[in-house]
C-alpha cells in the first residue's frame, strides 16, 4: 500500500480524489496547500503519478519502508511539505542568497543534490524585518518542486512552548510510532524519528531562532532543574546525513553556534531595483521608479517596511509620494507609520507584523539575557547614528557599572557590543567607530519613551558626553568635530531637569562654545557660552570655578570678534572674583590676567599690557619656577609685545631665553623647541638679519634630520622642517601645520621665490578654510598673506579681489574699527596707490586712519605709525594735476 500525504488548507477534496483512484492499493488522505486538486494518472509503465501544479510522484519504495523497532512489519512513511504558510507570489528578488543556499546544501549548477559536498546546517541571519523568512519560504516551495521525494518541515522557535507544538505536530502528521503515549518525549521522539529515516531525504526550516537561551544556555547543567533542562533546545535537533536544517535568525550568536564555525549567510536589505519589485508587485501597478528609490532610501530598503508601507499605500488609495511627504514630517510619524499592523504574506501569526514591534521583540530578548547590551543600546540610540566614538561607550560603562573591575572592562564591552552586532543593531566601522541603524535608533527612542526611561537615559548620556568631550583647542579640534554631531543630538533630548542634569549640561554647553570659538563661528560660540554662564550662575553660584571658567571663555569671544571693551569689563569682573575666590596666584587668575594684558596690547595700552605681563611672569617663576612651560608661555607673550613696542632687540633677548629653556626642560627635538626656533626666525626676518635666520635654520635642519632619520635631508632651512614635523606629529589637515606653512610662504616671499610662496599659500588657506571656515580669522590672515605675493609680482587685480573679500569678511564678523579689519583697508589703499588709482587710494586710505582714531585713538602706537605711512606714501592727484599729501585732508 502506497499513501500520498499532501498537506494544506483544502484537504477536504481528499474524499472525492479516493473515490477517483480505484485501482491499486493506493490511499490520499491529505492534499497539499491549493485551491485545485491534482489529479492521480497511469503512465504507460502501469505506474501512478500525480500530475497538476503541485504534482509527486509517490510510489510504494519512495513512500514505505520497513523501521527496525518494527520487526519487520511493513508501515507508512509519507513523504510530507508540512509548511503552515502559502507560496508567496510577491515574492521577488534575492537570487544571490537563494543561490548561496543552495550552493551550502550541495546543489550544483544542474540543481543536483551532491552530499558530498553538502553541509547539513545553513543559518540565515540578518535584522528584524529584513525578509529571513520570506527566503526561507521560497526556497521551500523550490525545493520541493525541483525533488518532490524531499519532505519539508516548519518549526516555529520563537520560544519553548511553539517549538514543542511544531514537534507534536510533525509526529501527528507523519504517524511517528509512540506519540500517543503519554509520558513520550516527544521533541526526543520526533528527532530519533527523522534521524533514523534513512532512505527519505527531508529539509526542516527553523524559524526565528532568535533566543539563544533556549538553545545554547549559559548555566551549568548541574544547576539546571527538569523543567530548564527540557528547554536545552539544540539537543533536540536531528542531525543525519539524509536530512538538512535550514534555520532563520536575528541574533548571528545563535546562527554561529548552529553551524558549529561553518560561514552563514547574511540577509542584507534590498537594492533598488529588488524594492521597485517589491512594491510594484504589491500594487499591481507601475510605478515611478524615483520614487521607490526615494521610499525605499527612507525606509533602509528593509522589505518588511517597503511591504508595511505599501499596503498603508493600497489601503488609503493614496500615492508613493504622498506617502513620503508624510514621512517627511518628521522622526514621529516615520515611527508611528512603522507601528501600524498589516497582514503580510508568510508571517507567523503570533509574530508581530509591523516593523516597530519585531524589533521590540528583540529588545526584550537582549534585555532578559544581556541586560548591559540593552543599556548600551539605550545610551547610543541618543548619539548621532553614525560615527559614534568608543570612548563615550566605555565612559557610560565604567560609571554605570563600578562595580567591574578595571580589567575586566573590554571584555564585557565586547560581549555587550557583539550582541547588538549579532542582532544587526549596529555595526563597527575600520576606525572603531560605532554605527546605528537609523530606523533601529528612531525605535529605540519610542521604546525608551513609551516605557518612561527617556529621561533618565537622557541624563545619563548627557553626563558621559559632558565628561568625554575634550575641551575646544586646536590640540583637540578634531576629536570636537567629530564629537560635534553627538553633543547637539544629545542636547536636543528632554532629560530630567535635574541640579545635577542642568550642570553637566552646563558643562557641555561651555566646551561646544569653546570648540564653536575656535571654529570661526562666534556669535554662535557666544550664544552657548552665555547659556552655559547663566545655568552656572543659577545652579553653582557666580564664585564657582565652573562659573568663571565659562566667563573667561566668553572673554574670548568677545575679544575674537573684536568687542574689546565688553572682554575687558568681563574679564576685569572675573579677575576680581577669582582673587577673593581662589587667590591672586592661582593658575586660572593669571589666565584671566593674560587675558587682559591681551587686550590692553590691542587696544595701544602698551604699558599696561606690559606691566601686567611681567607681573604674571614673576608670579609664575615664584610659584611655578624658571623652568616650568606656563613660565615659558608668559615669556613668549612678552616677546611679542616687545615686537609690537617695536623693541626686537629685547625680543630677540627673551626668544633665546625660551629656546634655552625649552631645550633643557623639552629637548632640543621636542616640536615646540623646534616651533621657538621658527619664532626666532621670524624676528630675526622682521629685522632683515637673513644670516642669523640661515644660521637657525642650518642648526634645526640637521635637528630635524636627526630626529627623522635623515627623511628630510632635502629641506632648505628651518621652516620647512617645522612643517614636515608638524605634518607628521599634527597631520596635514591640522590648523598648526597650515599656519606653519604660511610661515614659510612669506620666507619664500622674501627671498623672491614667489611661485613657491603663492602654491604654499594656497595650500595654506585651502586647509584653514576646510578645517577652520571661509571666515575664521586665521583663515582670513592667510589670505591676506597671500595677497602680497600677487602685490609682489604687480597681480593687483588678484590682490584687490582678495583683499576686497578680506575687508568684507572682516566686517561681516569684527566689525569695521576692529584692527584686522583696519590693516585690511590700509593694505586695500596702498593697492589702488600702486595702480595709481588715487581717489579710490585716498578714499581707503582716510577710512583706515579714521577708524584707528575711533577704535584705538588717536595717540595709539598703531594709530600714529599707519598715518605717518600713509602721508608718506598716498598722494592723490587733483583735477589741476597738483599733489597734495593726504594728511591735508586729516
Known sequence: MSRVMIYGHDSSVAQSFNITIKIGDSEVFCFYETLESPTAQRDKRDEWKMIGPTAVLVTKSSATHCRPWEDGTEHICAIALLVPYRQNADFVGRSDILDKIKLQFGLSQQEELEPSQSRRRVSLYGIGGVGKTQIALAYAYWIRVLHPDISVFWVHASNADRFRTAY????????????????????????????????????????????????????????????????????????????????????????????????LIEVTKMTDDEAHQLVQGILKTEVFTDAVFLLASKLEHLPLALAQATSFIQENTISISDYIQLLNEGDNVLVDQLSEQFEPVGRDSETPHAVTAAWIL??????????????????????????????????????????????NTFAVLIKALGILKAFSFISEGKDKHIDM???????????????????????????????????????????????????????????????????????????????????????????????????????????????????????????????????????????ELKKRVQGQDHAATLVSMSKLALIYANQGRLKEAEDLYLHILETRKRVLGGDDLKTIESMSDLAKLRIQQGQVKGAEEIALRVIEIQKKVLGEEHLRTIGSMNDLSLVYREQGRLKESQDWAIQATEICQRVTQGRLREAENLHLQVVEISKRVLGEEHPDTAAITGNLALLYLEQGRWKEAEDLGLQTIRVLANGLGQEHSGNLMGISNLTMVYVKQGRWKEAEDLLMQVMEARKRTLGEEHPDTIMTTAKLAIVYQMQGRWREAEDYGLRAIQAMKNGLGEKHPNTLIYMDNLTGQFIRRRSDGKRQKITDCV
Request: net charge neutral.
Open 362 to 407: 528583540s529588545f526584550h530578548q537582549i534585555e532578559q539575557s544581556q541586560p548591559l547590551a540593552s543599556e548600551v543600546l539605550c545610551f547610543l540610540s541618543l548619539m548621532h547614528r553614525q560615527a559614534i566614538p568608543q570612548t563615550f561607550i566605555v565612559e557610560y560603562f565604567r560609571r554605570r557599572n563600578p562595580e567591574y573591575a578595571q580589567g
Open 168 to 263: 507534536t505536530f510533525i509526529a501527528e502528521k507523519c504517524n511517528v510510532p509512540g506519540r500517543e503515549n503519554p509520558k513520550a518525549d516527544i521533541l526526543l521522539l520526533v528527532k530519533r524519528w527523522l534521524e533514523e529515516q534513512n532512505k527519505t531525504q527531508w529539509l526542516m526550516i527553523i524559524d526565528n531562532v532568535d533566543d539563544i537561551e533556549l538553545f545554547f544556555p549559559q548555566q551549568k547543567s548541574d544547576v539546571l532543574d527538569a523543567h530548564q533542562r527540557v528547554d536545552r533546545l539544540a539537543q533536540y535537533i536531528p542531525d543525519c546525513n539524509h536530512g538538512s536544517i535550514l534555520i532563520t535568525t536575528r541574533n548571528k550568536q545563535v546562527g554561529v553556534k548552529f553551524d558549529q564555525g561553518s560561514p
Open 437 to 575: 541603524h537609523r530606523l533601529v535608533q528612531l525605535v529605540t527612542r519610542k521604546w525608551l519613551i513609551s516605557s518612561g526611561r527617556m529621561p533618565a537615559t537622557v541624563e545619563c548620556a548627557i553626563r558621559i558626553v559632558a565628561s568625554s568631550y575634550p575641551f575646544g583647542g586646536f590640540e583637540t579640534y578634531q576629536a570636537c568635530l567629530r564629537y560635534a554631531p553627538h553633543v547637539n543630538s544629545v542636547l536636543a533630548r528632554e532629560g530630567t531637569n535635574s541640579k545635577a542634569e542642568k550642570v553637566d549640561k552646563s558643562l557641555l554647553l561651555q566646551k561646544l562654545g569653546r570648540y564653536y570659538g575656535h571654529k570661526g563661528e562666534w556669535e554662535n560660540g557666544e550664544r552657548i557660552l552665555l547659556q552655559a554662564a547663566k545655568v552656572q550662575a543659577q545652579e553653582l553660584g557666580e564664585e564657582r570655578s565652573e562659573t568663571l571658567s565659562t566667563r573667561c571663555d566668553l572673554v574670548s569671544a568677545y575679544f575674537d570678534q573684536g568687542r574689546l571693551k565688553e572682554a575687558e569689563d568681563l574679564v576685569s569682573r572675573t579677575i
